[in-house]
């Protein structure tokens, strides 16, 4: 019988790795970083975005009063670009986003101010603001997981379903207001748009060095999980400066945010425009607003998902390969149904964000969101054949989106040109995409 078993080569043998004898195998030289050549040229994509509208608008752009506008600007497309990975990655596309998101704001807005008022709980009331969340958010887990059931279950396509859902929810939130803007909505909801609520400088640096010692720890967890398994691992060098570099940009993000008080005038400005009355007790000062502390939060929750559950490798082995991923015995329909269920419950999310940083519903929220959605997770590297995105990458193309369009706006340009210019970035996205898959053999 012939003996088919190979002799290792060269370089090929569990010897051969780099590092020291009976150690843990070593990367060298640039390798030992590890970079991201995709988020490395996102990064500089910004900095570029950044510099050339700061240089075009007087210097304008990077002050902590437009990062400040900037961040929580983006929150609300950020959170739902998170969800989108995993629609996407599966193989789908979700154009109702905005929709669910108007439909799930304008449950919460009556629910503030006529639900349950009618019951007994006034705006001011503690517990008013955590039951209209609730109920958002139940609302649209609900919407998303009907939108999976149609589509894992009856097998129609999802763009048909969701396309429909477009229409469909839009007009279901304008039945819901009679077609009014509701509001001032309840104060504590009213913190979590941004402008009204922060942290406050102390609590900014707290929060902001709790961050960098978890960030610590997850950089030395991940090292220590691949020595045990004997894979290869950064030098200790390496790994400093990885470390370095997250701390750094945690606390310079902490300090712009902690440069920029808001004034009060802002936030009466705000109220006197939409024929409103400030109402007591908004927090207003130093520190990073509590709606990009949530959009943070949203992202460690599914970078989590998809890095340390079944459910999240169930996702992306679906989205790599759906033939192979029934054989192996997952429930593909259910699967659908619950990621599309988790996409309406983050919409509802976006819709307190959004919806709170006006101070009420208005027919028009949410509106063309579906498409800065897709396009945040496109330009972030997620791709449209489906198993492949990071949640990083779709935060870092909300901001690159919105970085467009609010220094097109600062420095004068015309809002049709504005939408010229992103739609143009969509495109030239995918193709760059394109060109650094074939680069790497990848189809």
């Given at each position: 019988m012939t003996d088919t078993t190979?002799?290792?080569r060269a370089g090929h043998g569990p010897q051969d790795r780099t590092g020291p004898p009976g150690g843990s195998p070593r990367l060298t030289g640039l390798r030992a970083l590890e970079v991201d050549g995709r988020l490395l040229g996102m990064i500089g994509a910004f900095v570029v975005i950044c510099l050339a509208f700061h240089f075009a608008s007087d210097g304008r752009f990077i002050t902590p009063?437009?990062?400040?506008?900037?961040?929580?600007?983006t929150a609300s497309v950020a959170i739902m670009a998170t969800g989108m990975v995993f629609i996407i990655v599966m193989r789908h596309i979700d154009?109702?986003?905005?929709?669910?998101l108007a439909t799930c704001s304008?449950?919460?807005?009556?629910?503030?101010?006529?639900w349950l008022p009618a019951l007994g709980l006034e705006l001011g009331n503690p517990l008013l603001a955590p039951l209209a969340i609730v109920t958002g958010i139940l609302a649209g887990?609900?919407?998303?997981?009907?939108?999976?059931w149609l589509v894992g279950y009856l097998a129609i396509p999802a763009f048909i379903v969701t396309l429909g859902g477009l229409l469909v929810w839009r007009n279901v939130a304008w039945y819901l207001t009679?077609?009014?803007t509701i509001g001032p909505l309840d104060p504590t909801f009213m913190q979590l748009g941004?402008?009204?609520?922060?942290?406050?400088?102390?609590?900014?640096?707290?929060?902001?060095?709790?961050?960098?010692a978890l960030a610590v720890w997850t950089l030395w967890s991940a090292r220590r999980d691949k020595v045990e398994h004997d894979f290869p691992v950064k030098p200790l060098w390496a790994e400093g400066v990885v470390a370095a570099i997250v701390a750094v940009l945690i606390l310079g993000f902490v300090a712009v945010m902690n440069a920029y008080e808001i004034p009060e005038r802002v936030l009466a400005r705000e109220f006197r425009a939409r024929g409103l009355e400030m109402p007591e007790g908004l927090s207003m000062g130093y520190g990073v607003p509590y709606s990009v502390l949530l959009v943070v939060l949203v992202a460690i929750g599914m970078t989590v998902i998809a890095r340390r559950t079944r459910f999240g490798r169930y996702i992306y082995a679906t989205g790599g390969n759906p033939d192979a991923a029934e054989l192996s015995g997952i429930d593909i329909r259910m699967l659908t149904v619950k990621v599309f269920a988790l996409l309406g419950a983050l919409c509802a999310i976006s819709a307190v964000v959004a919806s709170a940083r006006l101070a009420n519903h208005s027919n028009d929220i949410g509106t063309l969101d579906e498409l800065r959605v897709i396009a945040a997770a496109v330009i972030g590297g997620t791709a449209l054949k489906g198993g492949v995105g990071t949640i990083y990458g779709a935060l870092l193309g909300a901001l690159i989106m919105q970085s467009l369009q609010s220094g097109m706006a600062m420095v004068g340009v015309d809002a049709p040109l504005q939408n010229i210019v992103v739609g143009a970035v969509l495109v030239l996205a995918v193709l760059i995409d394109i060109w650094y898959r074939r680069s790497l053999g990848v189809k």
């Amino acid at each position: 019988m012939t003996d088919t078993t190979e002799t290792p080569r060269a370089g090929h043998g569990p010897q051969d790795r780099t590092g020291p004898p009976g150690g843990s195998p070593r990367l060298t030289g640039l390798r030992a970083l590890e970079v991201d050549g995709r988020l490395l040229g996102m990064i500089g994509a910004f900095v570029v975005i950044c510099l050339a509208f700061h240089f075009a608008s007087d210097g304008r752009f990077i002050t902590p009063r437009n990062l400040f506008n900037l961040t929580i600007q983006t929150a609300s497309v950020a959170i739902m670009a998170t969800g989108m990975v995993f629609i996407i990655v599966m193989r789908h596309i979700d154009l109702s986003v905005g929709s669910v998101l108007a439909t799930c704001s304008a449950v919460m807005a009556m629910t503030q101010t006529a639900w349950l008022p009618a019951l007994g709980l006034e705006l001011g009331n503690p517990l008013l603001a955590p039951l209209a969340i609730v109920t958002g958010i139940l609302a649209g887990a609900a919407i998303g997981a009907l939108h999976g059931w149609l589509v894992g279950y009856l097998a129609i396509p999802a763009f048909i379903v969701t396309l429909g859902g477009l229409l469909v929810w839009r007009n279901v939130a304008w039945y819901l207001t009679n077609g009014q803007t509701i509001g001032p909505l309840d104060p504590t909801f009213m913190q979590l748009g941004g402008i009204r609520g922060t942290l406050g400088e102390t609590w900014s640096w707290i929060v902001g060095l709790i961050a960098v010692a978890l960030a610590v720890w997850t950089l030395w967890s991940a090292r220590r999980d691949k020595v045990e398994h004997d894979f290869p691992v950064k030098p200790l060098w390496a790994e400093g400066v990885v470390a370095a570099i997250v701390a750094v940009l945690i606390l310079g993000f902490v300090a712009v945010m902690n440069a920029y008080e808001i004034p009060e005038r802002v936030l009466a400005r705000e109220f006197r425009a939409r024929g409103l009355e400030m109402p007591e007790g908004l927090s207003m000062g130093y520190g990073v607003p509590y709606s990009v502390l949530l959009v943070v939060l949203v992202a460690i929750g599914m970078t989590v998902i998809a890095r340390r559950t079944r459910f999240g490798r169930y996702i992306y082995a679906t989205g790599g390969n759906p033939d192979a991923a029934e054989l192996s015995g997952i429930d593909i329909r259910m699967l659908t149904v619950k990621v599309f269920a988790l996409l309406g419950a983050l919409c509802a999310i976006s819709a307190v964000v959004a919806s709170a940083r006006l101070a009420n519903h208005s027919n028009d929220i949410g509106t063309l969101d579906e498409l800065r959605v897709i396009a945040a997770a496109v330009i972030g590297g997620t791709a449209l054949k489906g198993g492949v995105g990071t949640i990083y990458g779709a935060l870092l193309g909300a901001l690159i989106m919105q970085s467009l369009q609010s220094g097109m706006a600062m420095v004068g340009v015309d809002a049709p040109l504005q939408n010229i210019v992103v739609g143009a970035v969509l495109v030239l996205a995918v193709l760059i995409d394109i060109w650094y898959r074939r680069s790497l053999g990848v189809k």
